[in-house]
């Protein structure tokens, strides 16, 4: 598959991950929606890509996750079409479970969970008529594992997956793919915005996610998986990758080794 002339709808488009994916897939030719809630950013980044004239801009609250619908309503006109779906946008958290109110589970489920399964679910039938379409989501390694200071970002991570690995059996039959893409730590804004116990933004640089993959890099690897539709793959340090091999075939010494792990 190439990008040239696909459309790619991109949400979280105006930051890390997301806007490093449209910018990399611009340069492959690939024509754009990118979404978020800041307008702003968004056209910063539109002006960031090869040919701005095939970037397209949508505003969306995925918290709002009940009036999606008019926003898919709207991709669909501007190209006529819309090849594939990537949701990227999302929220993280740090914080114990004991010290994390039961609102910031709720908002970060609302966000992460709800908002983009409200948005799948707004597009599917229109790639269901058309028999093909692409939905890729950026989950986690940490929708595979849990870790500690993570518990709410980990349980909408490890929710996406089981819902659309669901949506890929389902709809097998009408030529959808589904991708699932599993960054580690990837150097962006995550942890600034993460939410505390509280629901007040982090506003501090976590040193792993200091230290993580560049966004650049990591879109160049998340195009190439994207373009050969793989169904699950991690994008990650050598750590990352082993615990999720570790908690699959060895649980118990993996509980032992999250244990002493350094998440911040």
């Not at 008019?70 to 993280?92: H, Q």
Request: glycine share 6%; aromatic share 8%; hydrophobic share 40%.
């Amino acid at each position: 598959m190439s990008y040239t002339n696909k459309v790619v709808w991109i949400t979280g488009a105006s930051s890390g991950i997301g806007k490093a994916l449209a910018i990399e897939l611009s340069y492959q030719n690939a024509r754009l929606i990118l979404s978020s809630r800041k307008k702003e950013g968004l056209e910063l980044v539109k002006n960031e890509c090869k040919n701005p004239s095939e970037v397209k801009i949508i505003t969306l609250d995925l918290e709002d996750y009940e009036h999606l619908q008019p926003k898919v309503d709207e991709a669909i006109t501007y190209f006529d079409r819309i090849d594939i779906l990537v949701n990227n946008g999302g929220i993280s958290q740090r914080s114990l479970v004991e010290d994390t109110q039961v609102s910031v589970d709720k908002r970060i489920m609302e966000i992460n969970y709800l908002g983009t399964v409200a948005l799948t679910k707004a597009l599917l039938p229109y790639f269901i008529k058309n028999k093909k379409g692409q939905f890729v989501v950026t989950t986690s390694i940490v929708g595979k594992i849990g870790t500690p200071l993570r518990s709410s970002y980990a349980a909408s991570k490890h929710a996406l997956h089981g819902f659309f690995d669901s949506l890929r059996a389902e709809n097998h039959k009408n030529n959808i793919a589904v991708t699932l893409v599993c960054p580690g730590f990837v150097n962006t804004n995550i942890s600034l915005n993460a939410l505390t116990g509280n629901g007040t933004p982090q506003e501090k640089m976590d040193v792993a996610t200091a230290n993580g993959i560049s966004p650049k890099r990591f879109a160049k690897l998340m195009a190439k998986v994207i373009k050969n539709k793989k169904e699950e793959v991690y994008i990650a340090g050598t750590k990352e990758k082993l615990g999720v091999y570790v908690k699959r075939w060895c649980p118990m010494l993996f509980s032992k080794m999250i244990r002493k792990l350094r998440v911040t």
